[in-house]
Antibody
Framework: QVQLVESGGGVVQPGRSLRLSCGVS????????MHWVRQTPGEGLEWVAV????????HYADSVKGRFTISRDNSKNTLELQMNSLRPEDTAVYYC??????????????WGQGTLVTVSS | DIQMTQSPSSVSASVGDRVTITCRAS??????LAWYQQKPGKAPKLLIY???TLQSGVPSRFSGSESETDFTLTISSLQPEDFATYYC?????????FGQGTKVEIK
């Protein structure tokens, strides 16, 4: 069955970096665009970034543009999110999610269980 | 960014009730809308996409409709497993944006 498992979350000081990973199984990663979405109690769900099935296209929310980088390794069935210059407002549960289609249509049909990132001194 | 406004923010209902949740987009988005269900401590689950297409495996008591920039999620007969928070999301323009959620609680 389709599974997405995030890892790499934790507590980090403002200004530092963290790298999240998402391991997938049960489907060919190379056939789907993939997303990161985050959730905070106060702000709800916020889309963060997307990468096309082959990595040729990447898009980011303005709130993370220039600080976060999404990448993928289809041969290793992994998706990653490199987060630099972290801010307290980046504190959230981060989900990786699969796009419904090979192209990017922003419908998210499978999600991981989430990994908590806390940015605090 | 396109703003998605859900109403109500919460609703109390009983098993067997018909429940309707509304989502309004701040500008036209065609049919580029999805509905998700989220239970505490779990990830969101896709229920409906394209405003009215039921995702595979989702019970037929869930339905979606649209009228210009207004979208509706209807649960025809609420079941115990349906008590959760529901979110709409527009997929028309970057960035994808979500509504603030509607919590369906037990009456």
């Amino acid at each position: 069955q389709v599974q997405l498992v995030e890892s790499g979350g934790g507590v980090v000081q403002p200004g530092r970096s963290l790298r999240l990973s998402c391991g997938v199984s049960g489907f060919p990663l190379s056939s789907y665009s993939m997303h990161w979405v985050r959730q905070t109690p106060g702000e709800g769900l916020e889309w963060v970034a997307v990468i096309s099935f082959d990595g040729s296209a990447k898009h980011y929310a303005d709130s993370v543009k220039g600080r976060f980088t999404i990448s993928r390794d289809n041969s290793k069935n992994t998706l990653e999110l490199q987060m630099n210059s972290l801010r307290p407002e980046d504190t959230a549960v981060y989900y990786c999610a699969r796009d419904l289609e090979k192209g990017i249509d922003y419908y998210l049909d499978y999600w991981g269980q989430g990994t908590l990132v806390t940015v605090s001194s | 960014d396109i703003q998605m406004t859900q109403s109500p923010s919460s609703v109390s209902a009983s098993v067997g009730d018909r429940v309707t949740i509304t989502c309004r987009a701040s500008q036209p988005i065609g049919s580029w809308l999805a509905w998700y269900q989220q239970k505490p401590g779990k990830a969101p689950k896709l229920l409906i996409y394209g405003a009215s297409t039921l995702q595979s495996g989702v019970p037929s008591r869930f339905s979606g409709s649209e009228s210009e920039t207004d979208f509706t999620l209807t649960i025809s007969s609420l079941q115990p497993e349906d008590f959760a928070t529901y979110y709409c999301q527009q997929a028309h323009s970057l960035p994808a944006t979500f509504g603030q959620g509607t919590k369906v609680e037990i009456k």
